[in-house]
Structures are given as structure tokens and as C-alpha cells.
């Protein structure tokens, strides 16, 4: 019996070491301001190389002297005219998993786009999502803006636009050891949430993995308006 609970120990502890082995070889890049992940890039360089999550809403900050230049991603049909400062600019989603070459004036590069992989986060589905709600009682956080939330959100849900969750994360403190179920549209800008509170040390994370309307088109209940 003392040897079988010894191996269970040993068995834990090296599944938290590979675990934690795993995440510190994972590099992310650049930093997220509120709610969006800003690259830095060198436009005079074809060798800008990154890794974001799926589900990131990126952009892009570069030096003032080259101005307004022109990006684009032909693999995801994504391309506009950016500014130096990423808040003058628009946002991108990274919708799928892969690496992607994209130009940004006369420079470029690949952006790589991985699944976040948590021990303490997990991705569900709708009809998983709902088992979850009924039996576990977990905290509802919607990350879409006020307007999506009127539109249909599941019963019990608390509201914090994505944008807004860093500067609020204070309100989620005491949350922070309980189930937290997230959830927005369609799954991206969940998961960017997913990843905040994660960060920030939140133990049990359950992730809507399409969002909001596949909960709706597989016949979970939900409520309108306020």
C-alpha cells in the first residue's frame, strides 16, 4: 500500500515537472493591451518571426519613420493598410492553427499559431459545456461587448468585454480557486480570456470551444436582452 502511494506521488510530481517544462519552452509573442496581442515588428525585415495563440486578436507596432504600410496574409485573406501605433490600426484574428507568411511593407515574415495548452485550462463543447453548468455550478464569464450579450447569453452569465478583463481582473480575485466557465461568440475571444486568467493563476478554466451561437444551434437554453 505504501508503495503504491509512493508511485502515485512520484507519478504527480513528474507529470507537474514535464508540465511546467512544457510551458516554459512555449514562447509567446509579444504582450496583451487590452485584449488585443501587439507584435513588435522591423518593416525593413523579412525575418519577423512570431507565435500567438489561436483565438488572438493581433496587431501590429513599428517604428513612426515608415508610416502608413500595407500588410497582408494571403493564406487567411487578411491584408489593410496599418499605422505605426497599433491603436490607429486595425486587429487581426488568428482563427486557425499553422504557420502563416505575411508582408508588412517591404518586410515580412511567418507567424506560427498554436492551441493554448494549460494543465489548469480545458477547451468544451456545447453539449460538454452543459453537463458542466448543471452539475459543477461553475462562475459564467461573457468576454463579447454589452450589445452581443443582449442579443443571447446563457443564464448566470457575468459580463466583461474582452478589452476591459486585465484593468477588472481584480473583481475575478476571489474567483480565482473556483470553476470559471468563458465563453464569447465563437470561441476566439475566449480564449484569450482563458489565457489572462491563466496567467494570473486561476485554477480551473473551461473554455466554450465554438462559442456562444454553436450553443444556441445545438439547443441549450439561453435568455435575451438584459
Known sequence: MVKQFL??????????????QAEDSEVISGEIVTGFRV????????????TVYRGDYIKFSYPEEFTSLAFS??????????????????????KAVGSYDYSLGEG????????????NYTEVTADEAA???????PFILDVRTPEEYQQ?????THLIPIQQLQARIGELEP????????????????????RILADQGFKRIYNL?????????KGHPYKTGR
Open 131 to 137: 453537463d458542466i453548468l448543471k452539475n459543477l455550478k
Open 209 to 217: 470551444r465554438y462559442g456562444v451561437y454553436d450553443w444556441v444551434r
Open 73 to 94: 496574409m494571403e493564406a487567411l485573406k487578411l491584408g489593410d493598410m496599418l499605422s505605426p501605433k497599433p491603436e490607429d490600426s486595425p486587429f487581426f484574428k488568428m
Open 7 to 20: 508511485l502515485l506521488v512520484f507519478v504527480i510530481l513528474y507529470a507537474s515537472v514535464i508540465s511546467s
Open 175 to 194: 474567483r480565482k480557486h473556483e470553476d470559471v466557465f468563458i465563453y464569447c461568440a465563437t470561441g476566439n475571444r475566449s480564449t484569450v480570456a482563458s
Open 108 to 119: 515580412g515574415g511567418s507567424i506560427t499559431v498554436v492551441d493554448l495548452v494549460r494543465p
Open 39 to 50: 507584435l513588435t515588428v522591423d518593416p525593413a525585415s523579412k525575418d519577423n518571426y512570431f
Open 152 to 156: 443571447v447569453h446563457i443564464e448566470g
